[in-house]
């Protein structure tokens, strides 16, 4: 079959999509760029918040139309989306041919066989059974890769659907996390990002204590890498021995993505946040101190229930 393939969501799903792209491949089917000239399209959604489930929707929408058209012969649902609504996405989504929920994501090149006999198909393993690592077909530019270290989470955050949705945390070994590092590095790639839905905890459910500088003085030392970038840092999980290394090591991007999410302390309880603003902003002072180049990015939350107007002002003073 020419399959064409459609990853919406964060960087974590496009790592899935690519290794979904590398079993397609390797079952013998084509990988085609437009969707027009495939005869099975494969759509890996994102079902974390209302805009991303509307993207989802709409380019579902699309591909169905395409369908109607007979343009494309066969729809392959994938990902979060679906993971979240498996109960009733079925009979929801009529245009659809087959459902595969995160833990499926091994079985795609059977489901698009079985879809090609003309069988509805629904598979759903486990979210702990999402493959944690495996050959893909990297879809970013050359020089930089997503490097996922870990996948699932333990934080339940209130407003947060990821750990119903993926399972519990689980952790790389080092040793496969340099193994793929090295091989990227040996098709070109410069840059690594790494990613989890909590870098900052990486190693806890495997060694039984964060690692993650453990890790980073391993990836530091991969000939042919020159940045390492990181992603997804919760504040009440940084430390001095992070702070140091990233200071340190001159391989280590002055970056760090640190979501924030509100800063009224009664707020991030509800929320189920486990720091404070000033604790967070206490960060921002050593970053500026140790790097005075550190480039800073966050997330913020608002209209979460119960916040209220000075609430939100406060959120945009701590921004400033």
């Known amino acids: ?91 929801e989504i009529f245009e659809a041919d087959g459902f595969v929920g995160v833990g499926s994501f091994d079985e795609i090149a059977e489901v698009l066989d079985e879809t090609a006999k003309g069988v509805r198909v629904q598979s759903y393993a486990s979210p702990d059974a999402l493959p944690l690592e495996g050959e893909r077909v990297r879809t970013t530019a050359p020089f930089t890769a997503y490097l996922k270290i870990a996948d699932g989470c333990n934080n339940r955050c209130a407003y947060c659907a990821i750990p119903v949705i993926r399972g519990p945390y689980r952790s790389r070994t080092i040793e496969s996390i340099v193994s793929e590092a090295e091989q990227m590095a040996a098709e070109g790639v410069k840059e690594l990002i790494l990613i989890a839905q909590d870098t900052t905890n990486y190693g806890v459910d495997l ?28 504040p009440d999980k940084i430390t001095d021995e992070l702070l140091d290394l990233i200071a340190s090591e ?71």
């Open 1 to 91: 079959m020419k399959v064409g393939f459609i990853g919406l969501g964060c960087e974590k799903n496009m790592v899935n999509t690519e290794q979904m792209i590398h079993k397609v491949r390797a079952a013998g089917h084509t990988i085609v760029e437009r969707a027009e000239d495939a005869d099975a399209v494969v759509i890996n959604t994102c079902g974390f918040i209302e805009a991303a489930k509307k993207e989802a929707i709409e380019t579902i929408m699309e591909m169905a139309q395409l369908k109607k058209e007979g343009k494309i012969k066969k729809i392959i649902l994938c990902g979060c989306l679906v993971e979240r609504y498996k109960d009733s996405i079925a009979e």
């Open 207 to 234: 060694y039984g204590q964060r690692r993650l500088c453990d890790l980073l003085r391993q990836l530091v030392k991969t000939d042919g890498i020159c940045w390492i970038r990181l992603l997804y840092l919760y």
């Open 250 to 320: 001159e391989k280590m991007l002055h970056y760090i993505e640190m979501p924030i999410q509100h800063s009224q302390a009664r707020i991030l309880k509800k929320m189920n946040r486990h720091y404070t603003k000033e604790r967070y902003l206490e960060l921002v002072r050593k970053l500026r101190e140790a790097l005075p180049d550190i480039s800073l990015t966050t997330d913020i939350i608002v209209g979460f229930p119960g916040e209220t107007e000075e609430d939100f002002l406060e959120t945009m003073e701590v921004v400033k």
